[in-house]
């Protein structure tokens, strides 16, 4: 039997058949998580807060969150491989902790990844904006331009699932001349501090009240943001062949090789600014469009420009590409208001409605731009709902591998009893960060905002999670499952 059979096999098993094309090798795979993740994004989120409330040693929260995704990481790639299936969260959580707590889960993902590609289209709006025109960026342009961005993205996947992979593969590319090459020729030739700084605050804990201990946790909460998306690759497992062990081979391999960029990176920022002590006081506003500039001249800013944005680029059509599949797995098991229509699949076998629905809703956020304080909290959110997510996702497989309603040990990425100490240091870290992140700070809130700024990630996650709460006990989605007896079965390897 060959594997294209064996793959619709499987997905028969829970219930589904083959509607969407299964066409992407392990590379493409591994191309949109790390398209996804990206480096470039990651680090322009996380440097400039990192140098104004950590210094220079900013680098040591990305390490921390590094190592401590990397948990969250090897988790997900196990569950994947229990898995095959587009859902990712929903479908485990669905499976492993029940239908009620798989549907709130599946409703703040949903909210927190629209809440993404809207926050990648408005910093990349920017990007965009500066390749024609040195001039000041408005507000209403600001939007105008991440609106484009949104449509690039929605495009080019309206066509399919082949030039989504072509643009991806030019993402990376222009990934590796942004992050990789870029800071090789830092490092070795344009280094004008030693690796001491990378020790020293530089008086950044001001801004802190005078605690490092402070500075350093504001930055680890800043820093979470670097490493998110890699759960992108489990959206295509449906389109993957031989996903049970391309896909979770395809999301460690991003996440690691995207974390290694993100530190090559920060460090090589770090060691050739000349002056360091700017960014600490906010006057270098972007720390590493300077290090670029200042180190290999004036003449750099214009394609370096052009590389971050195809960056950026690649970055929104990933985002629009998983988000997309994950409201079709909510949609197909009839979870949310208009389903039939938001599964459909068309002639190219993509859910093109779904993609248009949340493109649409990416770009209603974006007016939110038009004031600042509103745009900072929407930022705030999409980092703060990933890490809740990360955290349920986490309890739920602890819980039930300790219940033994899951056997990891019956998928391909066998990890043993390594596997339980990971899933248990996974739960404490996230337990960890996702306080950090939610901790109400008012150095993190736009100068001027209100306490709903300094708020924003509990206020907003509640009342999302109030509106799902309230869905669930009316419209009771979890009884359109029982519809259909093979999704009412819980199969757990």
Known sequence: MNDSRTDAGELAEYGYQQELKRTLSPW???AIGFATISPVVGIYAVVQLGFVFAGPAWIWAVVVAALGQLLVATVYAELSSQFPMTGGVYQWVRRLGGPRLGWLTGWIYLASAIASLTTVAYLGASWLHMLFSDGALSPATHVLLGVVFIAVALGIN????N???HFLNAGIIAEGVASIAISVILLVFVRNNGFGILFESLGAEDASGGSVLAGFLTCLAVAGWAFLG???????AEETERPRRSVPRALLRAYLFVAFTVLLTGVAVTLSLRRPGDAVAGETADPVFAAVTEGLGDWSAKPFVLVVLIAFIACAISIQTYIGRAVFAFARDRQLPFSRTLATVGARQIPYVSLIVTAVLAALGLLLGLNGNA?????SFGSGGFYFIFLTVAVVALTARLKGRWNPAAGQLRLGRTGLVINVLAVVWLLFEAVNIAWPRTELAPAGGS??????VVLVFSVLFAIGLVYVAVAKPHTELARNPAQEEVKVP
Do not use: C, E, N, S
């Open 28 to 30: 493409a795979v591994f």
């Open 158 to 161: 309206l066509l399919g699932v």
């Open 163 to 165: 030039p989504v992979k």
């Open 230 to 236: 890699f759960d992108a690759t489990t959206q295509v």
């Open 375 to 379: 745009a900072a909290t929407l930022i």
């Open 451 to 456: 306490w709903v700024q300094v708020w924003a």
